[in-house]
Each structure stands twice: as structure tokens, then as C-alpha cells.
């Protein structure tokens, strides 16, 4: 089982749509959890964390569910510009080792 | 504030030859790490150092993957000799500590061996 595991898409949705990304990690020591966005060719930057309690910045919401180790990304009201692959990091509390996903393909469409 | 700085950007070299890659993280920055990224993929960590010490190499393949940070700022990334399945994007990034999920990352440095 990978440590880190995501559906790798591609998701293709129009302007306005609603998408929900999932992520599961096989460490359940994990403490820290992150997403990750990568634009075509470019570096990796920092989304935003993802709290137990779950957490909102603007269009987009990350949850947590360590029970069942896994973490969910939503955004709300796609744009062309979330048009990227969104990575799922997790650090697995030896020496702040962070682990990425594949990454999920997001497209959307006008 | 100036980011990570890589070196050089792309490269191209046949297999079994030898190529160097750089990284200038930011400033005051003790955690550095390289990355190696195949097309398709995530980044899979190769070395994690903290100031000029290895925290991680378990990933390295260290009969042709070298890695140092002298005096715990600059690092350089050495294969030798390369395979065909080491073309992939080498990404350097660095944090202010190791339990800050918060890296930044360089630009990278693609690699093609043909």
C-alpha cells in the first residue's frame, strides 16, 4: 500500500462546479496534513493546511478523518484558474518527513 | 525576500554521465530537501538535511546519488553515473523548521538522459 495515495485523475468540470478531491495515508501515527497545488511546469506552493476540526479558506474546505485516514479537499465554485494537480502531503513524524500524493489532475472548463 | 534558487535549469546528458545540480535556499532557512519528481508523479523525497546534518536518505539511491550541504546553506545534487529512468524534475526546497508543513520550493532543475 502506498504511503499516500490520491485518484490521480484527470477531473474535467465546467465553471462553477463543485469538486471534492480524496487522499489516504497508510501512517496512522501521521500528525500533519497538508494540499499542495502544482501548476503545469511549475513548483509545488503551499494550499493550506488541514486541522482536525477541518478548516475553510474562501472556495475551498479541507477535512480530516482520522478513522478512517483519510482527507478530503472541496472547492466550491471552480474557476479556470484552479486549474492545476493538487497534491496531498503528509508528514510522518520522523524528522518532519513529508510525504506527497501523485497528485490530482483538475481541469476546468469555460 | 528572495526564494529558492536552482541550478541549472534544464540538462540534458547520455546515459552513464555525470551531472551536478544546485540549490541556494532561502535565507536563514536551517531544513533543506531535494526532491526528485517523474512525470506524472509527486515528489518523492530523496535527502532532508537539517543545517549541514542528514536527517533522511532512505530514499537516495547512494550507488549514484550524492548529496551535500556545506556549511548548512548551499547544497549540491550529484548522479553519477545516470540512468535512463533518473530524467525527471529535481526540485530543491527549503523551511524555517522541520514541523512547519510549509516548504518552499525552487523552480527545479529537469533532467533528460538519453
Not at chain 2, 525527471?88 to 527545479?108: I, K, R, W
Amino acid at each position: 500500500r502506498k504511503e499516500v495515495e490520491q485518484d490521480p485523475g484527470p477531473f474535467n468540470v465546467p465553471e462553477g462546479a463543485t469538486v471534492a478531491f480524496n487522499c489516504t495515508y497508510s501512517n496512522s501515527a501521521s500528525q500533519s496534513f497538508f494540499w499542495y497545488r502544482q501548476d503545469c511546469r511549475k513548483e509545488p506552493k503551499l494550499l493550506m493546511s488541514v486541522y482536525s476540526s477541518g478548516n475553510e479558506d474562501g472556495r475551498f474546505t479541507a477535512q480530516l478523518n482520522r478513522a478512517s485516514q483519510y482527507i478530503s479537499l472541496l472547492i466550491r465554485d471552480s474557476k479556470l484558474s484552479d486549474s492545476a494537480t493538487y497534491l496531498c502531503v503528509v508528514n510522518d513524524n520522523q524528522g518532519g518527513k513529508l510525504i506527497f500524493g501523485q497528485g490530482t489532475e483538475l481541469s476546468v472548463k469555460p | 525576500e528572495a526564494g529558492v534558487a536552482q541550478s541549472p535549469r534544464y540538462k540534458i546528458i547520455e546515459k552513464r554521465q555525470s551531472v551536478a545540480f544546485w540549490c541556494n535556499p532561502i535565507s536563514g532557512h536551517a531544513t533543506l530537501y531535494w526532491y526528485q519528481q517523474i512525470l506524472g508523479q509527486g515528489p518523492k523525497l530523496l535527502i532532508q538535511f537539517q543545517n549541514n546534518g542528514v536527517v533522511d536518505d532512505s530514499q537516495l539511491p547512494k550507488d549514484r546519488f550524492s548529496a551535500e550541504r556545506l556549511k548548512g546553506v548551499d547544497s549540491t545534487l550529484k548522479i553519477q553515473p545516470a540512468k535512463l529512468e533518473d530524467s525527471a524534475v529535481y526540485l530543491c526546497a527549503s523551511s524555517l523548521m522541520t514541523d512547519t508543513g510549509e516548504l518552499f520550493f525552487g523552480e527545479g532543475s529537469r533532467l533528460t538522459v538519453l
